[in-house]
C-alpha cells in the first residue's frame, strides 16, 4: 500500500522514522514532503509553494492509507487531511487515520470515515496486519 503522512514541519523526525517503520512493513510512501525547505513566506515563494501544494496534492490522490500526525498548530496539514478526506468519500479511499493528542479537536475527526488512534504505533500495527 502506498501511504501518506500529513505533519507539522517541525515533525520532520518523527514522519521520518514512521516512513522507515513503513517501509519495513513493505508499503511505500506516496509522497515525501520531508525533502521541502522553509519557504515562508509564501508570497516570495510561489512557485516553490505551488509545486509543493501540487506535489502534496498528487501524493495524497496516490495513497492507500492517509495519516494525519494531529497538532494544535501548522499551515497545510489541515488542509492535507480535508483533501484526503474527501477523496475518501468520494472516491472510497484512502483509509484516514487522524493520530496524536489533538484527534478529538474537530467534529471532522468523528467522521465515519476516520480512524482515530492514540499513536502512530496503533497504526503501524494495523498496517502490519493489512499485509
Known sequence: MKVYIAGKFG??????????????????IAYDWTTH???QPYAQ?????????ENEL???????VFIYLSSDGG???HMEFGSALMLARKAG????????????????????LVR?????DEVIAELRGAQ
Open 11 to 28: 515533525d520532520k523526525a518523527l514522519v521520518l522514522e514512521a516512513f522507515a517503520r513503513i517501509r519495513e512493513l513493505g508499503h511505500s
Open 37 to 39: 525547505k522553509n519557504i
Open 45 to 53: 515563494n510561489q512557485g516553490t509553494a505551488r509545486a509543493y501544494s
Open 58 to 64: 498528487a501524493g495524497i490522490a496516490d495513497c492507500d
Open 75 to 77: 499551515h497545510t496539514l
Open 93 to 112: 479511499k484512502p483509509m484516514v487515520y487522524a493520530v496524536g493528542e489533538f484527534n478529538d479537536r474537530s467534529p471532522w475527526f468523528f467522521n465515519g
Open 116 to 120: 482515530r488512534r492514540d499513536t502512530i
